[in-house]
């Protein structure tokens, strides 16, 4: 955070040479499947969103992020309120004009990229599971003033009122919706499962091209809810970080999860063969590049060399 700079409450549009750069200016919305809605942001040479460091530009903009809505009619399921309240805004005015009146949100976990926007929808319903209930009510003070993971701050942040654990099921219209406890990449995920269309609203549980973990102790439990996942034979995989162009056409096949498996495993390998940590990351995904299964990103290395950093510290802990 750059000294002095005072804190702003929400972010401003920025200028360039004199005009005034709108931060949704490069927001895309795809329907991979009817009904579904993606809001994509991300992935831009050369985009910023605010022009000093700042977790928005760290983990969300450079790596591309999407949130998602299904819509029935004048209802709306928005899984995730983005990473800004213009953001938030932008989903609202998209699903009010294709008629929408009734929002209900559920909150993929509790990081900031997922819940910035939340104060849209204060009024509405929103969805999470007990844990992320408990991360944000910790950290409220924090995120609310930037001391807890810096700019932008959130605030007021709008805190989840509808709590479930484990497993829930709602129906919008004729849609079966399964919500889903797991810990993959966060110990409070939330996936949400279309068992009658085989769609999987994934969150951060998977990444294209690789995850970003957070708690490399929890590697065993991780790999066991990927086989809990993808026991559910999932036929397409939407996840909130991938390439736009796959999210657009439908999103990932299975082979998305059976990817993140196998780069965990090769994360635990480092026990007996740290040297492998030299290895590039375009060779140790090599084979899921060239089946087709992820698609390469160069800006996934910083994330790859973090998830070694974090593993290896792990392991050097007697």
């Keep these: 955070m750059p000294v002095g700079k005072p804190l702003d409450r929400h972010p401003r549009p920025q200028q360039a040479g004199g005009m005034t750069q709108d931060i949704t200016q490069h927001l895309r919305i795809f329907e991979p499947h009817p009904g579904i809605l993606a809001f994509y942001d991300g992935r831009i040479p050369g985009q910023r969103f605010l022009p000093f460091d700042n977790w928005v530009d760290d983990g969300a903009i450079s790596l591309g992020i999407a949130s998602y809505a299904i819509v029935e009619g004048d209802e709306a399921l928005v899984y995730d309120t983005h990473v800004s309240l213009p953001h938030a805004q932008a989903v609202k005015d998209a699903l009010t004009a294709r008629g929408v009146t009734r929002f209900t949100v559920v909150l993929s976990h509790w990081h900031l990229d997922h819940v910035a926007g939340s104060a849209v929808f204060a009024g509405s319903p929103i969805i999470a599971n007990a844990r992320t209930l408990a991360h944000l009510t910790g950290h409220k003070v924090g995120i609310e003033d930037g001391s807890f993971h810096g700019l932008p701050v959130i605030a007021p942040l709008i805190l989840p009122d509808r709590i479930f654990s484990g497993r829930m099921e709602l129906?919008?219209?004729?849609?079966?919706?399964?919500?889903?406890?797991?810990?993959?990449?966060?110990?409070?995920?939330?996936?949400?499962?279309?068992?009658?269309?085989?769609?999987?609203?994934?969150?951060?549980?998977?990444?294209?091209?690789?995850?970003?973990v957070g708690e490399p102790a929890d590697f065993g439990v991780h790999l066991a809810d990927l086989d809990r996942l993808s026991a559910l034979q999932a036929r397409h995989v939407?996840?909130?970080?991938?390439?736009?162009?796959?999210?657009?056409?439908?999103?990932?096949?299975?082979?998305?999860?059976?990817?993140?498996?196998?780069?965990?495993?090769?994360?635990?390998?480092?026990?007996?063969?740290?040297?492998?940590?030299?290895?590039?990351?375009?060779?140790?995904?090599?084979?899921?590049?060239?089946?087709?299964?992820l698609v390469w990103f160069a800006p996934y290395e910083t994330v790859h060399a973090q998830n070694i950093r974090r593993t290896l510290a792990l392991l050097a802990t007697p």
């Design 171 to 212: 129906t919008l219209g004729p849609r079966r919706i399964v919500f889903l406890e797991a810990n993959i990449h966060s110990d409070d995920a939330t996936v949400l499962w279309l068992p009658e269309e085989g769609i999987l609203l994934a969150g951060d549980t998977v990444e294209d091209c690789v995850t970003y």
């Design 238 to 293: 939407l996840p909130n970080h991938g390439a736009a162009e796959v999210i657009a056409a439908g999103g990932y096949g299975p082979s998305l999860l059976t990817a993140t498996q196998i780069y965990i495993h090769w994360l635990q390998n480092l026990q007996h063969n740290p040297a492998a940590a030299a290895q590039p990351l375009a060779e140790v995904i090599g084979p899921d590049l060239q089946s087709g299964a």
